[in-house]
C-alpha cells in the first residue's frame, strides 16, 4: 500500500510541473567594448555596443537600431602613471562618419565608433570609463598598459635575403607588455599585359607567420624567430599567385610586417578560437568590468623593400616551383623568362 501512495504521488507531481524550458532570460542592457590601443597612431578608435537577446532570437532586434548602439554615452580615457594616478583625462569623440560599415544581416543605421586625436605614451596604463545617461546600469570600465615598440632583428639592415638550403630566417625581438606576435612577409610585384606594355598591374601576396608568444612581459627574453624554407615558400608563391600565359610579372620588393598584442588581447584570442576536443563550451573571458569584449592594446614594425639576392631571384625566374608563373628578370635591356630548354635556363627576349 505504501508503495502504490508513493506511486501514485509521483506521477501527480509530474503531471504538476510546468516542463517548458524558458532558454532567453529577461532583457538586461550589456555593454560590449573592443578596442586595442596604440602607442604610435596619431588616432585611436573604441567600439561600444550593446548586446541583446529577446524571445524572437537573434533577428528581433537586427534591424534595430536601439538594439546595438547607445545614443548617448559619455565615454572617456584616462591617462595613469606608475603608481596608478591619473595624469589626463580625455572625453572621446563620437563619429559615425569615419568607418562606413558593409551592408548585411545586422543594420548599420546609427553606427559609430568612438575617436582619440591624441598620442598615448607606451610609459603610461590608460583606463576607459564609459558612463550611460540618467544612471541607467553600472559604470563600465577597462584598463590596459600599453604595448612598447620592438625591433625587427632579421634581415638584418639592407641585406638582401636568400632562400637557401638552410631557409631564411625572420626574428625580432620581444616588446615591453606584450603576449602575442604575428606577422607576415608580402611579396609584391608587376603584372604586365603581353599584348599591352603600358598596361601593368600593382600585387601583392601574403606569407603569414604562425602566431607566436612571449616568454616575458618586460622585454626581455630570446627573440622570436621563423624559418622559412625554399620549398616551403616557392610552392606557397605558385599555390597563391597561379598560372597566366597572358601576363609577365616582376618582382618589387618585399615587405617585413609583424604585431605584438598585450597579454590580455592574447588571452581573449585564445579563448575565442574554435574548440579543437570533444569539450566543445569554451571560458568566457574579458576584461571589461560591468560588460564584456576587450579593451587592450597592440603594436606593429616594418621592414619595407627587403631585395632577394641573385640566387634567389634567380630561383623566382626559373626555379621549379616557379618557373610558370612567367616572372621575368631584365638583363642588358632583354627580359628574360623562364625557359627549361635553354641551357642558362632563361629565354631573354
Given at each position: 500500500?505504501?508503495?502504490?501512495?508513493?506511486?501514485?504521488?509521483?506521477?501527480?507531481?509530474?503531471?504538476?510541473?510546468?516542463?517548458?524550458?524558458?532558454?532567453?532570460?529577461?532583457?538586461?542592457?550589456i555593454?560590449?567594448?573592443?578596442?586595442?590601443?596604440?602607442?604610435?597612431q596619431?588616432?585611436?578608435?573604441?567600439?561600444?555596443?550593446?548586446?541583446?537577446?529577446?524571445?524572437?532570437?537573434?533577428?528581433?532586434?537586427?534591424?534595430?537600431?536601439?538594439?546595438?548602439?547607445?545614443?548617448?554615452?559619455?565615454?572617456?580615457?584616462?591617462?595613469l602613471?606608475?603608481?596608478?594616478?591619473?595624469?589626463?583625462?580625455?572625453?572621446?569623440?563620437?563619429?559615425?562618419?569615419?568607418?562606413?560599415?558593409?551592408?548585411?544581416?545586422?543594420?548599420?543605421?546609427?553606427?559609430?565608433?568612438?575617436?582619440?586625436?591624441?598620442?598615448?605614451?607606451?610609459?603610461?596604463?590608460?583606463?576607459?570609463?564609459?558612463?550611460?545617461?540618467?544612471?541607467?546600469?553600472?559604470?563600465?570600465?577597462?584598463?590596459?598598459?600599453?604595448?612598447?615598440?620592438?625591433?625587427i632583428?632579421?634581415?638584418?639592415?639592407?641585406?638582401?635575403?636568400?632562400?637557401?638550403?638552410?631557409?631564411?630566417?625572420?626574428?625580432?625581438?620581444?616588446?615591453?607588455?606584450a603576449?602575442?606576435?604575428?606577422?607576415?612577409?608580402?611579396?609584391?610585384?608587376?603584372?604586365?599585359?603581353?599584348?599591352?606594355?603600358?598596361?601593368?598591374?600593382?600585387?601583392?601576396?601574403?606569407?603569414?607567420?604562425?602566431v607566436?608568444?612571449?616568454?616575458?612581459?618586460?622585454g626581455?627574453?630570446?627573440?622570436?624567430?621563423?624559418?622559412?624554407?625554399?620549398?616551403?615558400?616557392?610552392?606557397?608563391?605558385?599555390?597563391?599567385?597561379?598560372?597566366?600565359?597572358?601576363?609577365?610579372?616582376?618582382?618589387?620588393?618585399?615587405?617585413?610586417?609583424?604585431?605584438?598584442?598585450?597579454?590580455?588581447?592574447?588571452?581573449?584570442?585564445?579563448?575565442?578560437?574554435?574548440?579543437q576536443?570533444?569539450?566543445?563550451?569554451?571560458?568566457?573571458?574579458?576584461?571589461?568590468?560591468?560588460?564584456?569584449?576587450?579593451?587592450s592594446?597592440?603594436?606593429?614594425?616594418?621592414?619595407?623593400?627587403?631585395?632577394?639576392?641573385?640566387?634567389?631571384?634567380?630561383?623566382?625566374?626559373k626555379?621549379?616551383?616557379?618557373?610558370?608563373?612567367?616572372?621575368?628578370?631584365?638583363?642588358?635591356?632583354?627580359?628574360?623568362?623562364?625557359?627549361?630548354?635553354?641551357?642558362?635556363?632563361?629565354?631573354?627576349?
Amino acid at each position: 500500500m505504501m508503495k502504490m501512495v508513493a506511486l501514485v504521488s509521483a506521477i501527480f507531481l509530474m503531471l504538476a510541473c510546468n516542463n517548458e524550458l524558458e532558454i532567453n532570460a529577461p532583457y538586461k542592457d550589456i555593454t560590449v567594448v573592443y578596442s586595442a590601443l596604440d602607442a604610435q597612431q596619431d588616432t585611436n578608435w573604441v567600439r561600444i555596443h550593446k548586446s541583446y537577446l529577446g524571445t524572437e532570437g537573434i533577428s528581433g532586434g537586427n534591424s534595430n537600431p536601439d538594439s546595438l548602439y547607445y545614443t548617448n554615452l559619455q565615454v572617456v580615457l584616462e591617462e595613469l602613471g606608475n603608481n596608478g594616478t591619473v595624469e589626463n583625462t580625455w572625453l572621446l569623440q563620437r563619429d559615425g562618419m569615419s568607418f562606413q560599415m558593409d551592408s548585411g544581416f545586422f543594420t548599420t543605421e546609427g553606427f559609430h565608433l568612438y575617436r582619440i586625436d591624441q598620442l598615448l605614451s607606451q610609459d603610461k596604463s590608460y583606463r576607459l570609463i564609459i558612463n550611460k545617461p540618467d544612471g541607467e546600469g553600472a559604470q563600465v570600465t577597462a584598463t590596459t598598459p600599453i604595448v612598447n615598440n620592438f625591433n625587427i632583428t632579421e634581415p638584418k639592415g639592407l641585406l638582401p635575403i636568400s632562400f637557401g638550403k638552410s631557409g631564411e630566417v625572420f626574428a625580432w625581438s620581444q616588446a615591453r607588455n606584450a603576449r602575442i606576435y604575428q606577422g607576415y612577409i608580402r611579396l609584391n610585384y608587376v603584372e604586365v599585359a603581353n599584348n599591352n606594355q603600358s598596361d601593368s598591374i600593382r600585387k601583392y601576396v601574403d606569407y603569414n607567420f604562425p602566431v607566436s608568444y612571449g616568454t616575458s612581459l618586460n622585454g626581455g627574453g630570446q627573440n622570436i624567430d621563423v624559418n622559412i624554407s625554399y620549398e616551403t615558400y616557392y610552392r606557397f608563391l605558385f599555390n597563391s599567385i597561379g598560372v597566366n600565359e597572358n601576363v609577365k610579372r616582376f618582382f618589387r620588393g618585399i615587405d617585413m610586417i609583424v604585431f605584438a598584442g598585450a597579454d590580455e588581447l592574447a588571452t581573449f584570442i585564445n579563448v575565442s578560437q574554435p574548440a579543437q576536443g570533444i569539450v566543445q563550451d569554451k571560458p568566457f573571458y574579458s576584461n571589461v568590468e560591468n560588460g564584456a569584449g576587450i579593451f587592450s592594446s597592440r603594436t606593429s614594425n616594418a621592414k619595407l623593400s627587403i631585395k632577394l639576392s641573385g640566387a634567389s631571384l634567380d630561383s623566382l625566374v626559373k626555379g621549379i616551383y616557379t618557373c610558370d608563373l612567367r616572372f621575368g628578370r631584365a638583363t642588358a635591356g632583354d627580359t628574360c623568362l623562364c625557359d627549361p630548354t635553354a641551357a642558362s635556363g632563361f629565354r631573354c627576349d
